[in-house]
């Protein structure tokens, strides 16, 4: 992968259990000549993910499979930076792509319409088809009929809190409105400062992953739909993101938020809040598990619903990335091999110990009957719960210039119009929209009856 180091696009961790394929790796006999005949070429299956808060337990999984598979399989993992989808980009394009990928919501209908999956309905039994039939979702892990991903788990997304320092600041309880969150980053960083704590953070060095996992859940709380779509029009409309963004200008006018802030990733974020030194954040429920292994904390923290607008819940949190997993290439070379990998990641034994670890909350019914809560601390401020949802799926377009996180971001950082930025942004969107559609490439239903406050207790 010598181009993908020299574009920066680097691996974070690479695990290649070489010599561990079983018995059929080095197992001879006789080829009919008195000789013994060469062992069986070895099938190398290569799996590529984003994620790094479940990276231990997927590599013991990796061990247990290349150990114990009859088909002489090694499987090779490699976890990528924050650039994952730029690098996926960049090894199909050169013939160097995996043989397997971790798919999210954000990425699966892109990867689908590049071509990079293949479907996965031929490799499916009876067994399986009734395992997951209640949580296959159209435009999630299905498209134009064919299925490419079985989803696991879900993540809900909380704001992340350091108990005590909210305790040493005066603060009670965490915020409910946006108005409140201002209000306590400013107190933190008031009563920290000289320690070099602040209130607020976010991984700033990527806007659109910062505000993802931040922004949209504020907004869907509040009763938006958290990426700028309206689902009551069919139309894009980033009036309500405009107005969130608003405290969040001030957050960093304030010098409420960390320092520097502004280049950071999100480990290095995460290494900061394990440490002390951030009041609060805003992230998904992989967060127990990050600070259980790859962060180890003393601190108290917690999570606790998002902040809304003002203060009343009109919808509910979204619950993302339930629809999709781990994907087949269509470039594999191995699909067989690669597709025994996938089936055995989707055993009910894998299934229910990620979520009984605290990796991700099980979506699949006959895995969350029979899971136990789990035992990681922090992990009860993230379970599913009356306010806590799926919401319908929303169109993937992508405009003209700059994208709306990049643009509230650079509004956050120096301000400007911000009337006209929503205005520019519902008018590139909507036109990408349009396109899209006329292409066929999208489609959409509006629905005027849409009440994002039925949504609870679903």
Known sequence: MKKMAGLGLGVALTVGLAGCGGADATQTGDNGSGQAAPPAQKKVVKYWT?????QEYIKELINKFNSSNKDNIE???TVMSENYNQSVDIAFSSNQAPDVLRLKSANTETFYKKGYLAPLDSYLDDAIKTKFATVLIDGVNRFDGKLYSLPNTGLTLRLVYNKDLFTKAGIANPPQSLAEMVDA???ITEAGKKDGVYG???NFKNPKSA???????????SGHQGLGYDIKTGKFDFAPYGEA????KQMYEDGSILPGAETLDIDPMRAQFAAGKIGMYLSFSTEPGVYKDQFPTQINWGGA????LDGKRGGTSEIVSAGTWLGLSEKSPNKDAAWKFIQFMYGDD?????????FGIAVVPSIAEKAKQPQVPGMEGFLVGKLDSLWPVSPNVTPEGINYADAFFKYMLTGGDLDKIVQDLNTRYNAALDKAVQKGDVKIKPDPAFDPSKLQGK
Request: proline share 2%; hydrophobic share 40%.
């Open 200 to 202: 607020f953070a976010l």
């Open 211 to 221: 505000m993802d996992r931040s922004l949209r859940e504020i907004l869907s709380l």
């Open 185 to 187: 980053a400013k107190k």
């Open 245 to 248: 963004i608003k405290y969040f």
């Open 350 to 358: 894998v299934l229910t110990t990620y979520h009984e670890k605290g």
């Open 75 to 77: 499987v090779e993992m």
């Open 305 to 308: 619903l998002a902040p809304t």
């Open 50 to 54: 984003d994620d790094r808060h479940d």
